[in-house]
């Protein structure tokens, strides 16, 4: 297939995607046994069957579960080595991955083991495959704006090494305004900004997101649609959303990829990308993201190149970067 094989050979970025979701049914299997964890799967295979999910809950009470098998330094190491191998063989030459460290400090790891783990696999992956990534920590939605800024103070060692600060998990009854003192306390230490908004939580997240937090990017954010004021300001302010049409698909936030809105955002004039969000989770990197995208809604080249130059433009790299990638 020429489309196919054109999508997997262009460099690309990937701009929203958590690397616990990259947790591959073999890798836990085996992290879970030498961590001694009692898990509720005997093989990858009956894990892999497990991956059906109703909405974004039922999917992070699994994806929580995987958390646990990731204790010591070395699989945060290897969770990151691994997807940055896979990443690289598709193409990706700029990925800037989300971590939240609060599945692990809750547990009594250590944060140290979480992000020396971590920047190690994305040193070694810079030199060895020459794959250009960026760590964006990420804070749970479900938990409070204290534990929000305890998780700033805790990461402030590693401010040279985070490329910004985002925020997961549960959405609905927990919108941005929420966490409005941490962002602006991110926001003083000069850290870049994006927070998942819009993806079960109605349009009123995202403005929150866009107006309150003062977001460098919108992860998903489709729900904007149903607030044509707002798509037009984002539209205006070239605000960046990290879309993931497979996440949404899986997540049941549309029946089909057929029914995802991604072209109506493009059309309305919004700087859209196509991610990942949790690859092995949901059965799909960016590649097949576009891919199975190109298919549903009949893209175009066209099309496909200007969602991937968009990753370009997104991401958080400077213009100098940006050519170097290229
Ligand atoms: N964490 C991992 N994947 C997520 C998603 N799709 N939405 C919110 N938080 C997440
Ligand atoms: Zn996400």
Not at 240 to 263: Q, W
Request: net charge negative; proline share 4%; glycine share 8%.
């Amino acid at each position: 297939d020429r489309m196919e094989d054109f999508i997997r050979g262009i460099p690309k970025t990937e701009l929203h995607m958590h690397l616990e979701g990259s947790l591959e049914p073999e890798l836990l299997m085996r992290l879970g046994e030498r961590n001694k964890c009692q898990l509720r799967w005997k093989t990858a295979e009956e894990l892999r069957n497990a991956y059906e999910f109703s909405d974004l809950q039922s999917f992070l009470d699994l994806y929580y579960e995987g958390c646990q098998v990731l204790v010591e330094e070395a699989d945060f190491y290897e969770l990151a080595r691994a997807y940055l191998r896979k990443a690289h063989a598709e193409n990706v030459v700029r990925a800037e991955v989300f971590l939240g460290p609060q599945s692990f400090t809750s547990k009594g790891v250590d944060i140290a083991s979480v992000l020396n783990g971590t920047l190690k696999a994305i040193d070694d992956a810079e030199q060895e495959d020459g794959i250009s990534c960026g760590l964006i920590v990420t804070a749970q939605r479900h938990r409070t704006e204290q534990d929000a800024l305890d998780l700033l103070e805790q990461v402030r060692p590693w401010f040279s090494r985070i490329l910004g600060i985002g925020m997961g998990g549960a959405e609905k009854g927990n919108p941005p305004s929420k966490f409005r003192h941490f962002f602006r306390a991110c926001r003083r230490e000069g850290i870049r900004i994006t927070a998942h908004a819009g993806e079960e939580g109605p349009a009123s997240y995202v403005r929150e997101a866009v107006e309150l937090l003062g977001v460098d990017r919108v992860d998903h954010g489709v729900s904007c649609l149903d607030d044509p004021a707002l798509v037009r300001e984002m539209a205006d302010i070239k605000i960046p959303l990290t879309v993931c049409p497979i996440s949404n698909l899986r997540l049941k936030g549309v029946p089909s990829l057929e029914a995802h809105p991604l072209k109506k955002l493009m059309d309305a004039g919004l700087h859209v990308t196509v991610n990942s969000d949790d690859p092995s989770y949901f059965r799909g990197y960016v590649s097949e993201n576009l891919v199975e995208c190109q298919r549903a809604l009949g893209l175009t080249v066209e099309e496909i190149v200007s969602l991937v130059r968009n990753g370009f433009t997104a991401a958080f790299i400077s213009p100098a970067e940006r050519a170097a990638a290229l």
